[in-house]
């Protein structure tokens, strides 16, 4: 996931309760600037937008 993005995120499941419920991690490091901060949610924002805009026509 992200190949196209130029990030690169970590999915993962069971955040709910151990077995429902989905997730990304991001890991950014403790020293980031605000400027990444904001490329960071301006990438995964357009990232997920693009996965379930995808996931939309694959699925109709």
Same mark, same amino acid.
């Given at each position: 996931m992200g190949l196209n993005s130029g990030i690169h995120v970590?999915?993962?499941g069971g955040t709910a309760?151990? =077995?429902?419920?989905?997730h990304i991690i991001l890991a950014?490091?403790?020293?980031?600037?605000?400027?990444?901060?904001?490329?960071?949610?301006?990438?995964?924002? =357009?990232?997920i937008e693009d996965y379930f805009n995808d996931f939309d026509i694959k699925n109709h």
């Open positions: 970590y999915p993962g309760d151990g =077995k429902n419920g989905d950014p490091g403790f020293d980031i600037t605000f400027n990444e901060l904001d490329f960071i949610v301006d990438r995964v924002s =357009k990232l």
